[in-house]
């Protein structure tokens, strides 16, 4: 039989994180601003989505970490989409952005790099695909 992990569920709107917790209930987390972009994911690589938000006013990540604590990061500029995910495989999830056909990351382990792969125009398409979607994140928050 299949073990599959408890679930929390969360929606951002408007620089709040509204956070069903699948044991825990309930809870609301004021982080970020209305115009920030979610980028939840597990920054410190201890198995659990930390909250984290990229402000494109000013190319900013900012990250609150569950065993790290708060991080500000300035990587990218406002156009970019923002592409978490642990690029160098370290359990980290690794801060990025794709702009004009170039991924651009930061990565925890193995440091700055930038790969050309994708067209330009797919900023626009991705950009209007998440502009679209529901901002439901489920997943395992660490907030008790």
Known sequence: MAHFAEVDYVVYPAGTWYIL????????VAFGESTDLPVPAD???????????????NGTWYLMRSTAGFAGIAFGVG???????????????????????????LRSKD??????????MINQQLTLLFSKTPPLYPTDYYFN
């Not at 995910?85 to 170039?102: E, I, P, Q, S, T």
Request: net charge negative; proline share 5%.
């Open 79 to 105: 156009t970019d989409l923002p592409v978490p995910a642990d690029y160098d495989g370290d359990g980290k999830a690794d801060v990025a952005v794709f702009r004009n056909g170039v991924w651009y990351i």
């Open 43 to 57: 920054y410190d690589g201890d198995g659990k989505t930390d909250l984290a938000v990229f402000r494109p006013s």
């Open 111 to 120: 440091g700055f790099t930038g790969v050309a792969f994708g067209v330009a």
């Open 21 to 28: 917790r699948s044991s825990l209930g309930f809870t609301g």
